[in-house]
Structures are given as C-alpha cells and as structure tokens.
C-alpha cells in the first residue's frame, strides 16, 4: 500500500508528473538510484527512519552524508536509535528501501538535513525500492513540512 498512498498523496500537492517508477529494486540504495536515475549520488535525497522519545521521525539527507551522532545528540537530547526490521513499515508506513517524507503515518515527524540544500532538485524514494520523485528542495519542504536541522557529518 505505500506506493499507492505515495502516489495518492503527490496526486493531491501536484506533484504526479514528478513521479518515477524503475524496474524492481533499482532504487534501493542510493547507488543503484543514482545509476537508474543518471544522476550524481549526492541528489538521491536518503530518508533515514529513526525512533525518538516523541515517537518516529524521518530525516532526509542528500544521498552521500552520513549522521553524525553528536549533531543528533545535541538537536535531539538523546543517541540516534534507528528503526530496524519490521519497526520501519510498522511505524511508517514504508518498506526498507522505500521510506520516504511523504504519506507517513500520523505523528512521523519530518526532518530535513541541511545537506540537501547543495542542490536545488533532488530525488527521494516514493514508497518502495524502484521509485522516485524529482523534486525541488523548496517544494520538498513546502509539502512535507519539513523542519531545516543540521545532524549530517561535514563532507570531507
């Protein structure tokens, strides 16, 4: 049902055109979406599930960052615990490989993480291992109400 609810959602804020589906599992990493996309890794825009004491939330990286637990620690006042195995759909809504910042369960949270901000379109998954949705940062956070944070590692 993810995919579904994903498409109904981005049916309803316009964004349907935007939508991109691959053959299966062509999106499940950041690598492998990059590849089917044509795009560099940075624009795969990663959405990480992660539980807090507040309940879900998801933050969306650029494809190339990585968390760093301290900026986590000091934004979120506890230890980044993500979600694993049947947690990610269960609390989500989304598969492992799909999870995405639209059509979430209620209560998810959505983060965006400033690294995104290096580009001005990028592409998040839309609910399953081979999709995808190109779309600009201020559209990204105009539709998933997004709060700006900054918890990814500085690039090297």
């Not at 939508?19 to 624009?43: P, S």
């Not at 825009?45 to 301290?70: Q, W, Y």
């Not at 592409?123 to 999709?131: Q, V």
Request: proline content about 4%; aromatic content about 8%; charged content about 25%.
């Amino acid at each position: 049902m993810s995919k579904e609810n994903v498409l109904a959602y981005l049916e309803t804020v316009g964004l349907a055109d935007a939508y991109i589906e691959f053959d299966e599992n062509a999106t499940a990493t950041v690598a492998l979406a990059a590849q089917a996309i044509g795009c560099e890794e940075g624009r795969i825009a990663k959405t990480m599930s992660l539980s807090t004491k507040e309940g879900p939330i998801v933050i969306v990286f650029m494809g190339t960052a990585r968390l760093d637990n301290r900026k986590y620690k000091d934004t979120f006042a506890e230890k980044a615990r993500f979600l694993q195995g049947d947690e990610v759909v269960e609390l989500t809504g989304h598969p492992i490989g799909g999870v995405c910042p639209f059509a979430l369960k209620e209560g998810v949270r959505v983060f965006l993480d400033e690294s995104l901000k290096v580009f001005d379109y990028v592409y998040p998954a839309a609910g399953a291992p081979n999709n995808a949705v190109k779309i600009t940062i201020e559209r990204l956070a105009e539709v998933t109400g997004g709060q700006w944070i900054n918890v990814s590692k500085d690039p090297q």
